[in-house]
């Protein structure tokens, strides 16, 4: 099957941004004096930043500044990222040339922030500013700092673009961002990564309406990260493709999320199915060993002599594996147009090599039932079933 793009955009402000004092002088300066040999992969500026700091918030501090100070925004190519990069390609990517748009600095971000062992995700919605909501999507970063969610946004942190130039500047309101402050820039498509008990719709977000209203029904978000992070990847796409049309498919950026999830989890779906359906070719190929086993026993008149219930057995277990296949194969779900004939071939397979098993062992039933002067008279030359399937 080929694999189901999800079309994207990563948008980036516009706006300078006034420099805010750091209050991390230290953590930076340690950040920009680490080693060029550490920085060539997440592996060692992880090591770096474990090494050279012990409290969660200067390592998530230290992995902001590298990632806002080291990762210039690509202006170049702010429309034509390349969907088809695996995670590890756009981290390969950023670190190499140290270029990226939105979601290689969250990529990066969150890489880092996991391999220190802190709880992270990239998170992906759209934005405004000065009350102008973007028509383009975005991706930044969360992470919890001792017990408590905050934001981050490398990305805007790490400087702006003016007539088609990106000029870095640090600054740190994209730092350790309360989820309540931000919501008024920054809405995930995903309403369970406000962290918020109260979530705004989208519809509030464009009309500013981010202030908390404990009218609505209260949403424990803690509680259903964690139910979350226990799905599998298929719930995980049910439940948040859930999420964001419940709150409200208000412009073609959420559509495009949305549907891109619908496609991707029907992906998964049809990937696991194969995934089962090949199971069962696999239990049928070796029911069709064992009735070809049987079937020259008994071209061979059941020499060298074993006991009825051996008889009985020999059949039997080939006969109730290809019941079983005929069952479950009817159980597997949609494997996609594209295999529809190998699923109907294999069916047919699986019955005809059960209605073969099934005569076999009525022989066997009969034969069991005769004295054995009338046995040695039942026999007579009998086909083999055909190849196991690939």
Not at 65 to 72: K, L, P, V
Not at 101 to 109: D, E, G, R, T
Not at 125 to 153: C, E, M, P
Not at 208 to 222: L, R, S, T, V
Request: glycine share 4%; net charge positive; hydrophobic share 40%.
């Amino acid at each position: 099957m080929k694999n189901i793009c999800l079309v994207l955009f990563f948008f980036f402000s516009l706006l300078s941004f006034g420099q805010v004092n750091s209050g991390y002088p230290l953590v930076d300066a340690k950040m920009a004096a680490i080693p060029a040999n550490s920085a060539v992969s997440t592996e060692g500026i992880a090591a770096y930043i474990n090494v050279n700091f012990k409290t969660e918030t200067d390592k998530i501090r230290a992995i902001f500044y590298w990632t806002a100070s080291n990762i210039s925004y690509d202006v170049a190519n702010m429309y034509s990222v390349n969907f088809n990069e695996t995670t590890q390609e756009k981290i390969a990517k950023a670190l190499k040339t140290k270029k990226g748009v939105c979601i290689h600095y969250a990529v990066v971000f969150n890489e880092l922030s996991q391999k220190i062992g802190i709880q992270s995700y990239i998170i992906e919605g759209y934005t405004k500013q000065n009350g102008k909501v973007s028509d383009l999507a975005h991706a930044w970063t969360a992470a919890k700092i001792d017990r408590k969610w905050y934001v981050f946004d490398p990305t805007w942190g790490s400087g702006y673009v003016n007539n088609g130039r990106f000029s870095k500047k640090i600054n740190n309101y994209y730092f350790k961002a309360e989820p309540a402050k931000i919501i008024a820039s920054h809405i995930p498509f995903d309403y369970l990564w406000q962290f918020s008990n109260y979530p705004i719709t989208n519809g509030e977000f464009y009309e500013g309406k981010i202030q908390i209203n404990k009218a609505k029904k209260y949403f424990d978000f803690e509680k259903e990260i964690t139910k979350y992070n226990a799905l599998s990847e298929v719930d995980q796409l049910f439940s948040s493709a859930e999420r964001i049309e419940k709150n409200g498919l208000k412009n073609t950026m959420i559509l495009e999320r949305y549907e891109g999830k619908k496609k991707q989890l029907t992906y998964l779906r049809q990937n696991t199915n194969i995934e089962k359906l090949n199971a069962i070719v696999n239990e049928m190929n070796q029911a069709v060993v064992l009735l070809n086993d049987f079937i020259y026993y008994r071209n061979n008149k059941f020499k060298p002599t074993l006991s009825d219930d051996e008889i009985s057995r020999m059949i039997e277990t080939p006969r109730e594996q290809l019941a079983k296949c005929q069952n479950d194969i009817y159980t597997v779900g949609s494997v996609g147009s594209q295999n529809a004939s190998n699923v109907a071939s294999i069916k047919k397979s699986i019955g005809a090599a059960l209605a073969q098993a099934e005569e076999h062992a009525l022989f066997v039933k009969n034969y069991l039932g005769k004295s054995k002067i009338v046995r040695k008279t039942m026999f007579s030359k009998v086909s083999w079933f055909g190849v196991p399937l690939n």
